[in-house]
Each structure stands twice: as C-alpha cells, then as structure tokens.
C-alpha cells in the first residue's frame, strides 16, 4: 500500500472542514429545491436523489457508506493511479468535498514527436571520400608512367621526310575507329554523320533513362547502350591497328606481320 504524501493529507482534510462548514447552508438551500414540484425544479433528478439519501443516512446517524473499491486515487502521472485505504470504514481519507475520492494532480506531457535518428541515405560526400580515391589514383598513375618511362625508351622514329610517305599511313590509335570506318563508308557519313549521331544519343541518354539507380542491374538501358558503344568503337580500333598493312589493306597479323607503331 503506498503512503499518501503530507501535503495531500493536510489538503483534504482542510478541504473536510469546509465541506463540514457549509453544509447547513447547503442544506438550507436544497430543502426549497427538494420541496418544490419536479416540473419547475431545474437540479437533475439524480442529484435531487443523492441529496435525499444523503440526508436520509445522517437523520438516522449512519456515516455515508464508502463507495465499492474506496479510496483515494492518487496521479504521479496520466493513466497510473495509486489508491490509499480508507480510514475507519469512514469517509476515505484525503476524500475532497462532496466524498469525492478521485482527483487529477498534474498531467504530463508525452515524449518529443519528433525524430531523432537521421534517416540512412545512399550518398556520401564528396570529400574526403570521392577525392581521396581520385588522388590516390592519379597518384599511382603519374608512378606508374615515371617508372615506365625509365625502363622503356619512347618509340620514336627517324625526322620525317616530305618526299615519302609511309606505308601504311596510320592515325594514332584512337582515331583508327575513324580511319577504319572510312573504309566502308563515305567520309561524310563515317566522318559526320556516324559520330554525330553517337554523340547525340550519349548526350540524351540521361534524359531517356531516368532510372536514379546506381546499380549495374538496375540500368539495363545505359548498361546496353554504353557496351556496345565500347564493343562497336574497340573492333574498329583493333581492326585498324592489327589487321591493316600496307596501303591500308585488310592483312593477316600472323602470316604478313604487324604494321603497327604508336
């Protein structure tokens, strides 16, 4: 059983004491109310009949019976109640005018609605993770070149000479996709319009594929499109720098030789 706090004890029974010296003037006041006819009456029936009974039970000296379960309810907080005995078989101790034996001390307010947790996203910043990774690897790159060109002489070939020209004639080799496809069709159609138009479509790609998936799996449209863009130009390449020998005819590498210079 949980003690009543002091300061309750000492409020109810103040609040007794004046419950005990106001009643004879409630009494005076609710005997014309009593007497008058229920039609014109404006007090409830069911005070009209509590009040009845309770003057009943104190003309024939019996204290007010307590109600079933009795106490005094006492809230720490909304929703937990604490009920203390009564004393005496009496009026319940710490009961409020009126016998009332429930009473709502503080109400406190419920925890913060709003949400703490940051939400997890699939991004991260650009630095230091983005960068950092860039720097290593120019880094590793610019080692790499310095080391090779140290072990590898850079194949250069003697001054050239206005009045021959070499056979094959090559562009390097990022551009023999170019000079292979000048091969089969015209120059304005492998020089223009092919390019142009591969152009175009890596440019509209982002707008065509709007997918925001980063993942390979979820990007079938710019996965294709990239591949045999790679696939189409890296044939070419090979095919241009391999297979063409002397006046830029289709040749065998393993049976007339490799005529290919960086």
């Known amino acids: 059983m949980t003690e009543i706090p002091e300061h309750l004890l000492k409020r109810a029974q103040a609040a007794r004491d004046k419950a005990a010296t106001d009643e004879p003037a409630a009494e005076a006041a609710a005997e014309p109310a009593a007497d008058a006819p229920a039609g014109d009456s404006r007090i409830p029936e069911a005070l009209l009949k509590r009040s009845q009974a309770a003057k009943a039970s104190k003309a024939g000296g019996d204290a007010p019976a307590a109600e079933p379960g009795g106490g005094v309810a006492v809230a720490d907080k909304v929703g937990a109640l604490v009920t203390a005995a009564p004393a005496g078989g009496g009026v319940p101790v710490g009961a409020g ?40 690897a120019a880094l590793a790159c610019t080692a790499f070149t310095f080391i090779f060109s140290i072990f590898v002489n850079a194949p250069l070939l003697q001054l050239a000479n206005t009045n021959a020209t070499p056979n094959p004639s090559k562009a390097p080799w990022y551009f023999l996709g170019l000079q292979e496809m000048l091969t089969m069709f015209h120059p304005m159609v492998a020089g223009v319009t092919l390019p142009g138009v591969g152009i175009i479509l890596l440019i509209l790609a982002p707008f065509l594929d709007r997918n925001p998936s980063v993942k390979p799996e979820d990007r079938k449209f710019a996965t294709s499109i990239m591949t045999v863009h790679i696939m189409f130009w890296a044939v070419l390449v090979m095919i241009g720098s391999f297979f063409r020998g002397p006046g830029f005819n289709f040749v065998l590498p393993w049976v007339d030789g490799l005529f290919f210079e960086l």
């Open 97 to 136: 005018p009126g016998g009332h034996t429930q009473r709502l001390l503080t109400v406190v307010k419920s925890g913060s609605i709003q949400d703490v947790k940051a939400t997890p996203v699939d991004k991260v910043h650009t630095w230091p993770h983005l960068l950092a990774a860039e720097f290593v």
